[in-house]
């Protein structure tokens, strides 16, 4: 069964820092592009944060630039999120997904396989 799940989430305050895990079972990441998106409550999904199959290209939503780093290490099997100078407009489910050779960024409509999200909380 292909899955991946997320893991990393919790409650943090303002200012604080925290790293989402990706972890795919019944599939090897080396060839998928990832994405990860958040949800908050009343919004839609939004794009957080992608990288390339290789790891060679990454970009990020202009909301966390220069706060969120993505990265991955395929041998084990694993994307990252690290998280720094976190806000309370970061509070979402955060959901990562993985994409074939279609994926050239963070659309929605481009990711085939979806985790069940993590939640991400950060208050004072």
């Known amino acids: 069964q292909l899955q991946l799940v997320e893991s990393g989430g919790g409650l943090v305050q303002p200012g604080g820092s925290l790293r989402l895990s990706c972890a795919a079972s019944?599939?090897?990441?080396?060839?998928?592009?990832i994405g990860w998106f958040r949800q908050a409550p009343g919004k839609e999904r939004e794009g957080v944060s992608y990288?390339?199959?290789?790891?060679?290209?990454?970009n990020y939503a202009d909301s966390v630039k220069g706060r969120f780093t993505i990265s991955r290490d395929n041998t084990k099997n694993t994307v990252y999120l690290q998280m720094n100078s976190l806000k309370s407009e970061d509070t979402a489910v955060y959901y990562c997904?993985?994409?074939?050779?279609?994926?050239?960024?963070?659309?929605?409509?481009?990711?085939?396989?979806w985790g069940q999200g993590t939640q991400v909380t950060v208050s004072s």
């Open positions: 019944g599939f090897t990441l080396d060839y998928y592009a």
């Open positions: 997904a993985a994409g074939g050779a279609v994926v050239t960024g963070l659309d929605t409509n481009e990711y085939e396989y």
């Open positions: 990288i390339s199959s290789s790891g060679g290209s990454t």
